[in-house]
């Protein structure tokens, strides 16, 4: 019982990460192809990875607390 508990929260942990991380990464490809500024790839190359932490743990975060 305590597997299938684990792997129902590791597959929603999971699906709400890429679910969320689709639409930063395509935000920041989009703006990376349109606007081709070499400072400006650096900085959303950075800021996309701290977004993407950020959605990491609140993944974790809203699955955890909701138990």
């Known amino acids: 019982m305590d597997l299938l508990f684990n792997t129902s929260m590791i597959k929603n942990i999971i699906s709400t990460f890429f679910q969320e991380a689709f639409y930063v990464t395509g935000f920041f490809f989009l703006l990376i192809k349109i606007f081709d500024h070499k400072t400006l790839t ?13 959605i990491l743990i609140h993944a974790i975060t809203a699955i955890v607390v909701s138990l």
Do not use: E, N
């Open 42 to 54: 650096v900085i959303s190359k950075y800021l996309m990875v701290i977004l993407l932490l950020f």
